[in-house]
């Protein structure tokens, strides 16, 4: 015949509500390395009776702030409706936008930047390099690149200095002749 421990047999009755029992279960649930409520119940009847022990201890889980971080549910974010310019049958750079990336500093202690240009329907990416921001030299570079590639119907950029001095330049000439839509994104 096997021999038990006394608390096994007779267990301590202990009230749900009480601060101790709250404290005792959190122990134990960090002492056993975060169980499961089912696991949990058994390792504390090995020594006490925990009066409605299944709900006390669902609630104070639930309050337990670790385990709370890794039992969230994840929020559903709905995603995002694309522009038409990024849906519509165009061709490979119909549709750009354009950022620099730099200073980037040569041995001679020279500064130069890189026009970064990319197709925003087929993620196509074409690289520039400017010797200074200033919007001549932009311009120039979207010469280059339009020599190269073809011309662009839409130019998406970030609010530049050098974007609304193009922006404001295309709006001097005439735009019918160009059929180019600069739009610097606020």
Known sequence: ???????????????????????????????LGHPGIQSLIVA????????????????????YIICQRFSVKQP??????????RLKNASIVEVIGVDVA??????EIKKFWI???TCAVYRDVHLELLMSL????????LRRFIARRGRPSIIYSDNGTNFI???????????RRLETSFTPIT
């Open 165 to 175: 001095g193009m922006d404001n330049s295309l709006k001097t000439i005439n735009l």
């Open 1 to 31: 015949m096997r021999e038990e421990d006394d608390n096994f047999k007779i267990p301590i009755v202990l009230s749900y509500n009480h601060h101790v029992v709250k404290s005792l279960i959190l122990y134990k649930y960090q002492e």
């Open 115 to 117: 026009l970064i240009i």
């Open 102 to 107: 730099g200073p980037l500093i040569i041995k």
């Open 76 to 85: 559903e974010i709905p995603e995002g409706m694309l522009p038409e310019d």
């Open 44 to 63: 504390l009847r090995e020594n006490y009776w925990i009066l409605k022990s299944r709900r006390t201890i669902k609630k104070i889980i639930k309050t």
């Open 134 to 141: 200033s919007t001549d030299n932009f311009i120039l570079a």
